[in-house]
């Protein structure tokens, strides 16, 4: 069996989430930290762990094994989303400097996770560099898309294009407009999910035109997401394999795009995990290794 971490859509191997549980940790701590964090309200624990439990599932569906993030008090509730703390490359995991100031604890925590099951790092983005996961995509073996935002700064994209270097991977830079400004959260895999070699969902009214031009020569066929499904996550497709998707329910018309299209999908009550904190199942996920 061969196995790449250069893809979004690939069976998926190995992934590494955080539970309700562990990141939420309590209804106290929810309480403390929603506001703040810019949360659209308060999530219920309880719910959120049932809702997890049902994702969780999910994503061991197709035989996928777990990683599991440890509890740790220096991290807050959005540790939830283990996309954004690491990249990962066939030449092992680059620990990012989060761009969200209260989410910066995170990659140091995922880094002995790493470490503790023998997945290697090349590297970490060092201030004043910022880069989170959310905003990166591979587009091909050796092509990762990585969008510039409020999160993921001109530096960080220099450091990680540094690392890149000696592997001959092409390095896409997605200029991503101001949207809702710096205080709200937005990737480019926002607005970008790719679920096969040629298919991704995407969201047009903010994706780049030259990126947006880029994935059509590249032969991709563009899902697009209606507007009234934006907020709702309906951008946010994790492929557990090729058109093989989850994504948060009550997305109707997407999900008929998907299905329309010879997609399997499968959906879960997102409201608390995804929903609340703007997070939907690629957030939700860290993949770390899928199956070729
Ligand atoms: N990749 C993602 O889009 N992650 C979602 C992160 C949501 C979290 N509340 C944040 O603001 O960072």
Request: with cysteine; net charge negative; aromatic share 8%.
């Amino acid at each position: 069996m061969e196995y790449t971490c250069h893809s979004e859509y690939h069976e998926l191997d190995l992934v590494l989430i955080n539970s309700v549980a562990n990141a939420f940790v309590d209804e106290q701590k929810l309480k403390n930290q929603w506001k703040a964090l810019n949360y659209l309200s308060k999530p219920d624990f309880q719910k959120g762990e049932a809702e997890f439990n049902v994702f969780e599932k999910l994503l061991q569906s197709k035989g996928a094994s777990i990683l599991r993030q440890p509890q740790d008090a220096a991290v807050s509730i959005d540790a939830i989303y283990t996309r954004d703390a690491a990249i990962v490359t066939n030449f092992g995991v680059v620990l990012c400097r989060m761009g969200k100031e209260r989410r910066i604890p995170e990659p140091k925590v995922q880094e002995v996770v790493y470490k503790k099951n023998n997945v290697s790092i090349l590297g970490q983005i060092l201030a004043p560099g910022t880069l989170e996961g959310g905003d990166v995509a591979w587009l091909d073996e050796s092509t990762l898309a990585v969008g510039h935002s409020y999160r993921t700064n001109e530096d960080g994209i220099k450091q990680l294009k540094n690392l890149l270097a000696p592997f001959s991977i092409k390095v896409l830079v997605v200029e991503l407009p101001h949207y809702k400004g710096p205080s709200d959260v937005f990737h480019l895999m926002s607005v970008f999910s790719p679920v096969d070699k040629d298919l991704a969902v995407v969201y047009s009214p903010l994706l780049p035109i030259h990126f947006r031009k880029e994935l059509l020569k590249r032969g991709m066929e563009l899902l697009e997401v209606p507007e009234e499904e934006f907020n709702s996550m309906g951008c946010n497709v994790l492929a557990i394999g090729p058109r093989h998707c989850l994504m948060v329910a009550g997305n109707d018309k997407t999900e008929a795009l998907l299905r329309n299209v010879g997609c399997e999908v499968h959906t879960y009550v997102g409201e608390e995990i995804s929903v609340k904190g703007g997070g939907g199942p690629t957030c939700l996920t860290r993949p770390i290794r899928r199956r070729l």
